[in-house]
């Protein structure tokens, strides 16, 4: 059975302030690491009412501590708004403290509008275009110090020095990415839940032309996907309504807090509206477990992928919870015990 992953966004509600929202983070991730999931990854987002983490390398460290078994990570640090040393010294540090159980995932977009990337990175060097292939191989010299003879930077040294980067993944939503991916050598993470490109395209593409490398000998991709499930459908279909109605206030810009399903159910759509909705509700699995797994089924075959990776936004803490523990009894995982 395929192993299964949490990528969350610790999302703040109309009930449930950022704080909060951080702190159902760690319960969840407790929550996980108990039902066998493999994996739990931190989304970078800056300026977003409905996300409270802008910074996943810290909530690492706490999650991290405060699980067993999970491998904890970022999904992802987006590269361009950190100076790649930094990223290097913290998630080197992050290995030393919690060896074998950190990830290192990489996104390329700023996560977040153009005002306040602009405030994140206005004190970096300014480098014109996308950067983040300069970035990404100046955050790989940190680890193989193959910076040309007389670089200044060979005698700067990533610290702690005696502890290797964890695993680089990179994250991606295109076929620019997987093919980034396959030819470095990394391991991949599509994000099927805001993608426009096909996923199955993206991950075979990638698989296909994957090069060994001193990062990976062997290709591993991730599927993430936004899935709702309760003992129902109904019950599902009322819990994605908060995702619904906070999709289509997204695509008009408006990014606020998740709403809750009696409010998205109240709502007075249009039938512009209801069909904007159809449309999202591609990237988005609804249903009792038998119908999630059956829906998610054919692309798993299709893509090849070797790990799914789960995104679960809902308004109530406890049926968020829920929902994992239904994903984990469909997909099989061994349960473990309380350390």
Known sequence: MIPL???????????????????????LARHVDQLGYVRYWLAEHHNLASVA??????????????????????????????????VAERFKMLEALFPGRIDLGLGRAPGTDGATAY?????????????????????????????????????????????????????????????LAAQVGMGFAFAHHFAAHDAVDAMTNYRMHFKPSGWRTTPHAILAVAVVTAETDAEAERLASSMDLNRLRRDRGQYSPLPSPEEAMAYPYTDAERASIKRNRSRLFVGSPATVREKLQPMIAASEAD?????????????????????????????????
């Open 5 to 27: 992953s949490v990528l969350d966004l610790s999302v703040v509600t109309t009930a449930t302030r950022p704080a909060a929202a951080l702190r159902n983070s760690i319960d």
């Open 307 to 339: 790990e799914l990776m789960i995104i679960t936004a809902v308004y109530d803490h406890e049926a968020r919870k829920k929902s994992y523990s239904l994903l984990a009894e469909a997909f099989g995982l061994s349960e473990r015990k309380a350390a």
């Open 53 to 86: 983490s802008p910074a996943p390398d810290v909530m690492i460290g706490q999650i991290a501590a405060a699980t067993s078994h999970l491998r904890v990570g970022s999904g992802g640090v987006m590269l361009p708004n950190h100076a790649p040393l930094v």
């Open 119 to 179: 405030a994140l990175r206005s004190r970096l060097d300014r480098r014109e275009g996308d950067d983040f292939l300069e970035r990404l191989h100046e955050l790989t010299l940190w680890e193989t110090r193959d910076f040309p003879p007389g670089h200044p930077y060979n005698n700067v040294v990533a610290m702690p020095d005696d502890t290797p980067l964890p695993p680089i993944w990179l994250l991606g939503s295109s076929d620019y990415s997987s093919e």
